[in-house]
């Protein structure tokens, strides 16, 4: 299933400047979804990181990769309506940089679920090259 940004936003409670995923390409629930993220010159954070050499901070690579996550479970019909909360980052690496012009491919793994805990793997790449790998959790608030 893919989705523009509109229906991500259907899904997901984030607004700018802070939904970090523009669209979906894949999405099977409790398999894998991916999703996408031009990053552009308009960002945020370009003027202050770094002034002169704007580097996408490592911080929101991985709120993309939880976001994705989120929609892989909140497309489920027993979780539609709900908000998924990034709760728990871990093993998280950054290869190199992404830079305003670069396009994120953002893949979130599905892996397990505990009670209202989701946890995935998740994989960042520009290109074909891989930029930041991270295990992380979505918790479903009831």
Not at 65 to 92: C, E, H, R, W
Not at 107 to 136: I, M, P, T
Request: with cysteine; net charge neutral; charged share 20%.
């Amino acid at each position: 299933m893919k989705m523009d940004l509109e229906q991500i936003k259907a899904i997901i409670p984030h607004r700018d400047p802070f939904i970090l995923i523009d669209r979906i390409t894949v999405n099977e629930s409790l398999k894998e979804t991916i999703a996408e993220k031009d990053v552009t010159e308009n960002e945020f954070w370009v003027p202050g990181h770094f002034p002169g050499h704007p580097v996408m901070p490592g911080v929101l690579m991985v709120e993309a990769m939880a976001q994705t996550g989120a929609v892989n479970i909140l497309t489920l019909p027993q979780y539609q309506g709900k908000i998924g909360y990034f709760s728990s980052i871990q093993d998280v690496k950054f290869k190199r940089k992404v830079v305003p012009g670069d396009t994120l491919i953002i893949k979130a793994k599905y892996l397990s679920q505990r009670a209202a805990f989701f946890f995935f793997e998740g994989e960042a790449y520009v290109n074909q090259d891989l930029v930041c790998v991270a295990r992380f959790s979505v918790a479903v608030a009831s």
